[in-house]
């Protein structure tokens, strides 16, 4: 079965410094990854995915994951952060089992950035 | 125009009420999902149809049932809301498709969510 753990459930950064959202995944398939993004009293926006081309995604706002199979990761990055990050951060992995699509998602990341 | 609406988007009911979320997508895709999202706890399943005919239940279906009545609808009843039905829940949708088919794969797009308070 496949699962999702996020390894922070809150990150802090100053505005300008780098971001990193960590996340491990297990899967018995090829797995999908996505990262998703919730801004405060917003709906979910996909920032990116992976679905077993480049091992290096590149998503809207600057943010970009690295899919590593050795170490079953897919952590968010951005090099600097600027105000309007600030959201809670979800990954999530395609369950390719019995439910052929369906998304299984972490429990999220709170990344609040400081001025 | 958004492609996936939710209504209403707020709502707030007493314990024991019959409530009716709706959703309704124009991206005529054949799977539409319903999740619930509490704080520290992700989204999780409740259910999702793959087509008019088809629905299926989810990781936490129990206290729910869905209608879908058409492609474009589906729609999540609490039959008796109780207090710790009290979160946010999202509607989705997908063409999902194997590689290579032109479909968008996994990805599920969500509508703007319902915030729903049980007193």
């Known amino acids: 079965a496949q699962s999702v753990t996020q390894l922070d459930s809150h990150v802090s950064v100053s505005e300008g410094t780098p971001v990193l959202l960590r996340c491990n995944y297990s899967?018995?398939?090829?797995?999908?990854l996505f990262w998703y993004v919730q801004h405060p009293n917003k709906g979910l926006q996909l920032l990116l995915k992976y679905t077993s081309a480049a091992t290096l995604v590149k998503g809207i706002n600057g943010f970009e994951a690295e899919f590593k199979k050795s170490e079953t990761s897919f952590h968010l990055t951005k090099p600097s952060a600027h105000m309007s990050d600030a959201a809670e951060y979800f990954c999530?992995?395609?369950?390719?089992?019995?439910?052929?699509?369906?998304?299984?998602f972490g429990k999220g990341t709170k990344l609040s950035v400081k001025p | 125009d958004a492609d996936v609406t939710q209504t209403p988007r707020n709502r707030i009911t007493k314990t024991g009420k019959r409530i009716m979320l709706e959703c309704s997508q124009t991206k005529g895709h054949d799977r539409m999902y319903w999740y619930r999202q509490d704080p520290g706890l992700g989204l999780r399943l409740i259910y999702y149809s793959f087509d008019v005919k088809d629905i299926n239940k989810g990781e936490i279906s129990d206290g729910y049932s869905v209608s879908r009545q058409a492609q474009a609808k589906f729609s999540l009843s609490l039959e008796s809301a109780i207090p710790n039905q009290t979160a946010l829940y999202f509607c989705?949708?997908?063409?999902?498709?194997?590689?290579?088919?032109?479909?968008?794969?996994?990805?599920?797009?969500f509508g703007p969510g319902t915030r729903l308070t049980v007193l």
């Open positions: 899967s018995s398939y090829s797995p999908s």
């Open positions: 989705a949708t997908s063409d999902w498709g194997p590689p290579n088919s032109g479909t968008s794969g996994d990805e599920q797009f």
């Open positions: 999530v992995v395609s369950d390719h089992g019995g439910s052929q699509g369906n998304l299984i």
